[in-house]
């Protein structure tokens, strides 16, 4: 039937009560952010990155250190255990002359 027609020939809708509320808000322009907001949400995120790089430079500065450590330790250990040696092989030394002369 042609009541639901307009006149260029566009076929008019009826909608319920929601389905008009519902359109209504769909138009309705949403408030827009402030610069200054805007300009705020994107320094926090710049400071996140930013912490984000030097949390990453010391994780890398302490794996760094850790290797490092771990390396004197390892030195340390070894000019020990050389230290040790030297020591058993003159106390070994001293015993031998001991027995020897006792």
């Known amino acids: 039937d042609d009541n639901n027609m307009s006149k260029d020939g566009i076929e008019e ?5 929601e389905g008009q509320d519902v359109l ?8 827009n952010i402030d610069m200054t907001m805007l300009s705020q949400i994107m320094q926090t995120l710049q400071t996140i990155q930013t912490g984000q790089g030097t949390l990453r430079q010391e994780v890398k500065t302490g794996q760094g250190e850790a290797k490092m450590s ?13 230290a040790l040696r030297q020591e058993v092989k003159t106390g070994q030394e001293a015993l031998r002359q001991e027995v020897k002369t006792g």
């Open 13 to 17: 809708f009826e909608f319920s009560p």
């Open 24 to 31: 209504e808000a769909v138009d309705t322009p949403t408030p």
């Open 70 to 82: 771990q390396e004197t330790l390892r030195q340390e250990v070894k000019t020990g255990q050389e």
